[in-house]
């Protein structure tokens, strides 16, 4: 059995910043790529990072370079994503993704597994 849970999120001012969490267990394939991904209201699901968790190696979407950070903790099977400079652009529900099936990192088709989402909201 699969299970992806996410944590953090919230609302914060222009400037501000938040942190992210999840957790994904399961068969090691599972949880060796993470990506988090973003849906604002009336927009397609997005990139934002990935990481792969053997190495560390992360991928990130141009609108957040500089400004967020993916990170992991291997011994609590935890990856983090740190929003900082958040502005109102940011604002979206956010989704944890594992399973990772190959081709594009910041494909959100590409995932097989998903967390419920949590929502960020940035004002402006």
């Known amino acids: 059995q699969v299970d992806v849970v996410q944590s953090g999120g919230g609302s914060v001012q222009a400037g501000g910043s938040l942190r992210l969490s999840c957790t994904a267990s399961?068969?090691?394939?599972?949880?060796?790529?993470i990506g988090w991904f973003r849906q604002a209201p009336g927009k397609e699901r997005e990139g934002v990072a990935r990481?792969?968790?053997?190495?560390?190696?992360?991928v990130y979407a141009d609108s957040v370079k500089g400004r967020f950070t993916i990170s992991l903790d291997n011994a609590k099977n935890t990856v983090y994503l740190q929003l900082d400079n958040l502005d109102a652009d940011d604002t979206a529900m956010y989704y944890c993704?594992?399973?990772?099936?190959?081709?594009?990192?910041?494909?959100?088709?590409?995932?097989?597994?998903w967390g419920q989402g949590t929502q960020v909201t940035v004002s402006s």
């Open positions: 990481v792969y968790a053997p190495t560390g190696n992360t």
């Open positions: 993704a594992a399973g990772w099936r190959g081709g594009g990192p910041l494909d959100p088709q590409r995932y097989n597994y």
């Open positions: 399961g068969p090691g394939y599972v949880h060796s790529f």
